[in-house]
């Protein structure tokens, strides 16, 4: 079971990687400047980078056809696969350990906001500096806050505003704008969202693309409620010079908090005020249809060449799929024949429990020599993550593809791994 959640980990980092890593490319040469799109953009790529571990279930796998041939069998022994046992349960730890880290960190820091919601001191809202869109949210709360840098808002169900103390020096109609655009947070319910996502990053502590996709999407949710004030407020230039009002606070902090109520990129919104204003509509539609296009196909790409190891009963795309007849040996099909061979790894727990025998395979050979599809034919362990070894190890084989006609071809194999314990 370790070594099947270890590779499955490193298989969805590696799709992770490569879709943040594209998408950041591709925004960049073709920036989406329009807040509505950007942000619906980065939305959806959030979404899909959370479900590409279940779209590793959309890469249904073939039943076996007909009889099979052994063609090969690998023992793998605890004397020599213990350490390997050893450090893949250590590598599930440190991720574990990771993770529970950086949540206890966010709880830690949920608790902190509670407590500068506790010290807030309410303000009653004047009308020309903001009580209209105040009163707009039932049970909204406003408070003057020495903890906080810039407004922030908290809360859903008893949703509070943070301002703070500089607020009081802004003239009303800097300080209605910014009153305005923490309502319209509320309205939106934006601040479940920053805890679900900055939930998700810690669980994935360890990979920078998850922050990537974080605070582009955060960005652009910002940007989109900037768009909001101005087209109401119909100023953006004096919108943009109450926003480096809060400029000089946005420096990085090692609070427990600072991950939900830090300053949001307002260097980025103040620049994306002038840049949105100077483009033209056939300009925003172009470059945002280029860049979904683009990343799109190669998410689609990544999750079909880098599948997940799965759950043991079948694993990595089927050769059927890939649009590759699949043969069985004999008549006039030859068999092909093993150039690399892989041990499978005897897993910690299996060692402990003495679990030995054999998993019996069956195997699709694609006709360039690598594996397809690999299926659980005859059982020795699920509990202890063995079945799945011996599925990792499979998929690493290669072969000299079998022939017919003296044109390779994808076959079906069964293949035996053998797990024996030695004193």
Same mark, same amino acid.
Request: net charge neutral; proline share 6%.
């Given at each position: ?19 943040? %890593? ?6 960049? *040469? ?9 942000? &619906? ?7 899909? *980078? ?61 608790? #902190? ?14 009308? %020309? ?59 939106? &319910? ?20 998850? &922050? ?100 043991? %009963? ?29 041990? %499978?790894?005897?897993?910690?727990? *299996?060692?402990?429990? @003495? ?11 694609? @006709? ?20 799945? #070894? ?34």
């Amino acid at each position: 079971m370790t070594a099947a959640l270890v590779a499955n980990a490193a298989a969805y980092s590696l799709q992770l990687g490569v879709v943040a %890593a594209v998408a950041a490319g591709v925004t960049w *040469a073709y920036p989406i400047r329009n807040p509505q799109r950007a942000h &619906r953009f980065w939305q959806w790529l959030l979404v899909v *980078a959370m479900a590409l571990p279940l779209m590793a279930l959309w890469q249904p796998g073939p039943t076996p056809d007909g009889p099979a041939m052994v063609i090969a069998s690998a023992s793998s022994s605890g004397e020599t696969d213990g350490f390997v046992a050893q450090g893949l349960t250590l590598a599930a730890q440190v991720l574990a350990a990771g993770a529970v880290a950086r949540l206890a960190w966010l709880i830690v820091g949920m608790a #902190a906001v509670r407590r500068y919601v506790r010290r807030a001191v309410p303000v009653e809202v004047a009308p %020309a500096r903001g009580a209209a869109a105040t009163a707009s949210v039932p049970g909204l709360t406003v408070g003057l806050s020495a903890d906080v840098r810039s407004p922030v808002t908290v809360g859903v169900v008893r949703p509070v505003v943070l301002l703070p103390v500089s607020w009081t020096d802004l003239d009303d109609e800097s300080a209605r704008a910014i009153l305005l655009h923490e309502t319209l947070h509320v309205q939106r &319910r934006d601040w479940l969202r920053v805890c679900a996502e900055e939930a998700w990053c810690a669980v994935l502590w360890f990979h920078p693309g998850a &922050r990537l996709l974080v605070a582009r999407l955060d960005t652009a949710r910002e940007m989109l409620v900037d768009q909001h004030v101005v087209a109401a407020l119909g100023d953006w230039r004096a919108y943009a010079r109450t926003l480096m009002a809060f400029s000089d606070t946005a420096g990085p902090s090692p609070h427990p908090a600072a991950s939900l109520i830090r300053p949001r990129h307002l260097q980025q919104r103040i620049q994306a005020l002038s840049q949105e204003a100077n483009m033209t509509r056939p300009e925003r539609r172009w470059t945002a249809g280029v860049a979904i296009a683009i990343v799109a196909a190669v998410t689609a790409g990544t999750v079909w060449a880098m599948p997940m190891p799965g759950g043991g %009963a079948s694993a990595g795309p089927s050769a059927e799929t890939a649009q590759d007849q699949v043969f069985d040996i004999g008549n006039g099909v030859t068999s092909p024949r093993v150039t690399r061979e892989v041990k %499978a790894d005897y897993t910690k727990a *299996a060692l402990d429990a @003495k679990v030995h025998g054999e998993v019996w395979l069956s195997v699709v050979v694609k @006709k360039d020599g690598t594996v397809g599809d690999v299926q659980v034919r005859q059982s020795l362990d699920t509990e202890f993550g063995l079945d799945d #070894a011996a599925v990792a190890a499979m998929r690493q084989w290669t072969f000299e593809p079998a022939r017919r006609d003296g044109e390779p071809v994808a076959v079906r194999v069964t293949v035996e791994m053998r797990f024996t314990l030695r004193d």
